[in-house]
């Protein structure tokens, strides 16, 4: 190797080697940094697209499980009115039966009918006001179902079908107790009206564990996804930090190699003297 004032072969080889570590060195410290060695396209184009991919889905199933837990709301506040209605129609029947009874006087049935009416009101009221969000399925208010996102693409839906609760739903309208005749009407109307709500509180009932399964599966699909891209993008913690240790001691160890290296020019000096 040539000797030279105006050319530091080993110091050129030392500082290349130090810049390489300092470069790796920076790479490793933005890991530890952020917890991901795939920060951007730069990084691993190809991971980096397949995770973007990834976390895009998962922004789609966030907008899913919302709408779904939209739909479990509306579903339960349906169910607490309805059973608070097929509980009414159980005392309608009572007051239908005892008002049906030939021995009750005029009074009795008027006193009975007072009651009937209240509950129909109450019937009316509770179906009226089981809304959420702005929504009503049992008013009667519509016929086509609610239908709520149950795919990342927006492909598939889940339903909740409107369940009339209404006294006309019901075909209560009309009835009264005021007369035996009436009573045998309503009776036979009310029986009617308990099979149905009974029927229809069934389907909303299994429609709600069914939209309750799918939030379910969505919730695993979504951390499913999440756990996917950590392991295409984190950074395993336990090996950057080993990897940092050695690091920093490459770069002491080049610093003091280039520091040597700069020394040797001064060889030259011992060459020249006297």
């Given at each position: 190797?040539?000797?030279?004032?105006?050319?530091?072969?080993?110091a050129?080889?030392?500082?290349?080697?130090?810049?390489?570590?300092?470069?790796?060195?920076?790479?490793?410290?933005?890991?530890?940094?952020?917890?991901?060695?795939v920060?951007?396209?730069?990084?691993?184009?190809?991971v980096?697209?397949?995770?973007?991919?990834?976390?895009?889905?998962?922004?789609?199933?966030?907008?899913?499980?919302?709408?779904?837990?939209?739909?479990?709301?509306?579903?339960?506040?349906?169910?607490?009115?309805?059973?608070?209605?097929?509980?009414?129609?159980?005392?309608?029947?009572?007051?239908?039966?005892?008002?049906?009874d030939?021995?009750?006087?005029?009074?009795?049935?008027?006193?009975?009918?007072?009651?009937?009416?209240?509950?129909?009101?109450?019937i009316?009221?509770?179906?009226e006001?089981?809304?959420?969000?702005?929504?009503?399925?049992?008013?009667?208010?519509?016929?086509?179902?609610l239908?709520?996102?149950?795919?990342?693409?927006?492909?598939?839906?889940?339903?909740?079908?409107?369940?009339?609760?209404?006294?006309a739903?019901?075909?209560?309208?009309?009835?009264?107790?005021?007369?035996?005749?009436?009573?045998?009407?309503?009776?036979?109307?009310?029986?009617?009206?308990?099979?149905?709500?009974?029927?229809?509180?069934?389907?909303?009932?299994?429609?709600?564990?069914?939209?309750?399964?799918?939030?379910?599966?969505?919730?695993?699909?979504?951390?499913?996804?999440?756990?996917?891209?950590?392991?295409?993008?984190?950074?395993?913690?336990?090996?950057?930090?080993?990897?940092?240790?050695?690091?920093?001691?490459?770069?002491?160890?080049?610093?003091?190699?280039?520091?040597?290296?700069?020394?040797?020019?001064q060889?030259?000096?011992?060459?020249?003297?006297?």
């Open positions: 190797m040539t000797t030279s004032i105006h050319t530091n072969t080993s050129m080889i030392a500082l290349q080697n130090l810049n390489r570590t300092n470069d790796q060195l920076a790479s490793t410290q933005s890991r530890v940094n952020t917890g991901l060695k920060q951007g396209a730069k990084d691993n184009a190809a980096w697209a397949v995770a973007q991919g990834q976390r895009a889905d998962r922004g789609s199933l966030e907008a899913v499980t919302t709408s779904l837990n939209r739909a479990t709301s509306i579903a339960d506040v349906s169910l607490a009115a309805g059973s608070q209605i097929s509980d009414i129609l159980v005392e309608l029947k009572q007051k239908a039966t005892a008002a049906a030939p021995s009750a006087t005029t009074a009795m049935r008027t006193s009975y009918d007072d009651e009937y009416q209240s509950l129909l009101k109450s009316q009221s509770f179906a006001n089981a809304t959420f969000d702005g929504s009503n399925i049992l008013d009667g208010g519509a016929t086509t179902a239908n709520f996102l149950a795919s990342a693409d927006a492909s598939e839906t889940i339903s909740l079908d409107r369940q009339n609760l209404t006294v739903g019901l075909s209560l309208t009309g009835t009264s107790l005021t007369s035996a005749a009436n009573a045998s009407t309503a009776l036979t109307a009310v029986n009617a009206a308990i099979a149905t709500s009974s029927a229809r509180l069934a389907e909303l009932g299994s429609q709600s564990k069914q939209i309750e399964r799918h939030t379910t599966y969505v919730g695993k699909l979504s951390d499913a996804l999440e756990a996917g891209i950590g392991n295409l993008v984190d950074a395993d913690m336990a090996k950057e930090s080993a990897r940092l240790t050695a690091l920093q001691v490459q770069q002491q160890l080049g610093v003091q190699a280039l520091s040597i290296a700069n020394q040797s020019p060889i030259i000096l011992s060459l020249f003297k006297g």
